[in-house]
């Protein structure tokens, strides 16, 4: 399974981007697809999840901003980001987990795609 995302960039507080993760497969065979980021000198963290079911989990930093959404036609997984703050800056990256038939999970990477938020 490859990922591709995109749509990262230079934004003032306050502003807003959508990102997105093209995956090159169904995504109805994904379990869980979610975006992770990373700022400068910080381990990754989990931003938000949505399930086969379209559970969705935030952060609790992003709730109320962030809204996690997936396309089935296009294959594809969207990260809506309003009222973006400096602290939001880091490097996106967009995760599927996938469970096998015979019950072996694996997690796949996009190449992730890079968030500036200027004050």
């Known amino acids: 399974v490859q990922l591709q995302a995109c749509g990262g960039g230079l934004v003032q507080a306050g502003g807003s981007l959508r990102l997105s993760c093209a995956a090159s497969?169904?995504?109805?065979?994904?379990?869980?697809m979610a975006w992770y980021r990373q700022a400068p000198g910080q381990q990754r963290e989990l931003v938000a999840r949505?399930?086969?079911?379209?559970?969705?989990n935030y952060a609790d930093s992003v709730k109320g901003r962030f809204t996690i959404s997936k396309d089935r036609v296009k294959n594809t997984m969207y990260l809506q980001m309003n009222l973006l703050k400096p602290e939001d800056t880091a490097v996106y990256y967009c995760?599927?987990?996938?469970?096998?038939?015979?019950?072996?999970?694996?997690?796949?990477w996009g190449q992730g795609t890079e968030v500036t938020v200027s004050s």
């Open positions: 995760n599927a987990y996938i469970v096998s038939a015979g019950a072996q999970a694996v997690n796949y």
């Open positions: 497969t169904s995504i109805a065979t994904i379990n869980v």
């Open positions: 949505i399930g086969s079911s379209r559970v969705t």
